[in-house]
């Protein structure tokens, strides 16, 4: 029977496991080539529904998987996957944008997105063009003809503001301008994106999805069939495939993501109410507080918040003291992202990133991980000692 010879039969094994297997994980499918039963099926597969497999760059029954838990969590009927959160951004800009096209971006946007607006501006003949967050209903005063879509992220990065999503996206709906909602704070547990009217969600897995600070991907999700076309052509030209083991981990996260951000929630409110009775603390900037702008926004469209908040320390506190008090901490890490088990902090030299901030005071900001919020606390309280 085994007429091949061995270094052949290394490759073309005759040996097949048997169906029928079932368990809860599932499967992980490897793949760059996907192979096709004959001529005639791979002359009419098609990627674009997800219909068929037809490269691993376009999708294998694990990232397929994950593409529609993700939809179902925020409620969506379309995901794409991304090889990061900003991979999905730049997703996003190339598929909606050409030369010509105008995108408004809050102000306190994700700073790598305000980077590729910056790019697209120089270098792609795109306007990009940035607005106060608390602009409302406002935003249909800065929409152009030629503007193509608004981005919204709520609460913006690093100072936190929670705009006022439902006027934003209703107005830009009466203008006929797809609105992107970066997500990524509220994981869509506490807060679904097309509820409040956005066109479509964006997600860095990185962070809850993941739960474990250990690798990166993105999500883009909608609802309008045309939108995710769009999405899907220039996730194929540019190349956005993921990693069948990372889609795994990030699979392994989800059932246990509504506990953790949970968790977070309380655990993030606790240190920050503390933070607040501090005199060396002048605001805390997190949404289910009064000092946070658009905390009314908050309350009225969220059901909760995440671990994720910063503080405007006292102005009488130099930047060399904060810097001492980052060093001072024991329990924190120091470095960017957040939604682990483990608590960050990150010092912000605020200024840098806004072109318009009022508020005094060194900005820091604190990813409150799974850890014993005694613990934390204590260890806020002795680095405090040292300001
Ligand atoms: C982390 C983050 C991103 C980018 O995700 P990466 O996977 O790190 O590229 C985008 N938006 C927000 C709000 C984020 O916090």
Redesign the pocket.
């Known amino acids: 029977m085994n007429t091949k010879t061995v270094q052949t039969s290394l490759i073309h094994s005759d040996y097949e496991a048997p169906g029928g297997f079932e368990a809860f994980p599932p499967g992980v499918h490897r793949a760059s080539t996907v192979l096709f039963e004959n001529v005639a099926a791979m002359r009419s597969g098609q990627w674009k529904d997800k219909s068929a497999y037809t490269y691993g760059l376009h999708g294998t029954p694990t990232t397929f998987t994950l593409e529609a838990r993700l939809a179902q969590v925020e409620g969506g009927a379309h995901c794409l996957l991304a090889p990061?959160?900003?991979?999905a951004?730049a997703m996003i800009n190339f598929a909606l944008l050409k030369s010509g096209d105008d995108v408004l971006l809050p102000e306190n946007v994700?700073n790598?997105?305000r980077e590729l607006g910056r790019w697209l501006s120089q270098d792609f003949g795109v306007s990009a063009r940035f607005y106060d967050p608390m602009v409302g209903s406002g935003i249909a005063d800065l929409i152009q003809p030629n503007t193509k879509l608004v981005w919204t992220?709520a609460p913006g990065?690093v100072s936190m503001e929670v705009p006022d999503l439902p006027a934003i996206c209703r107005a830009a709906k009466d203008k006929g301008v797809p609105v992107a909602l970066?997500n990524?704070?509220s994981a869509g547990l506490a807060l679904r994106g097309f509820d409040v009217g956005a066109d479509i969600v964006m997600h860095?897995?990185?962070?809850y999805q993941s739960g474990g600070a250990g690798l990166?991907?993105?999500a883009v999700i909608t609802r309008d069939g045309g939108l995710n076309e769009r999405l899907a052509q220039a996730h194929m030209r540019l190349g956005l495939g993921v990693g069948a083991d990372d889609a795994y981990l990030v699979m392994r996260g989800l059932p246990t993501m509504k506990l953790r951000f949970e968790a977070h929630d309380g655990a993030a409110r606790k240190v920050a109410a503390w933070l607040k009775a501090r005199p060396e603390i002048a605001k805390v900037l997190h949404p289910a507080f009064e000092d946070c702008p658009g905390h009314a926004n908050w309350r009225r469209d969220f059901s909760g918040a995440g671990g994720l908040f910063s503080v405007l320390f006292d102005p009488r506190y130099t930047e060399e003291q904060t810097d001492r008090f980052v060093d001072s901490l024991q329990l924190f890490g120091l470095g960017y992202?957040?939604g682990g088990p483990n608590s960050l902090v990150m010092p912000y030299r605020i200024r840098a990133i806004r072109s318009q901030w009022q508020e005094q005071g060194v900005l820091v900001r604190f990813n409150i991980g799974l850890e014993d919020t005694r613990d934390l606390i204590a260890d806020i309280e002795q680095a405090l000692a040292r300001l």
Do not use: F, Q, R
Request: glycine share 10%; net charge negative; proline share 5%.
């Open positions: 990061s959160g900003l991979a951004i994700y790598p997105n992220e990065s970066d990524t704070w860095a897995l990185t962070k990166l991907m993105g992202s957040w």
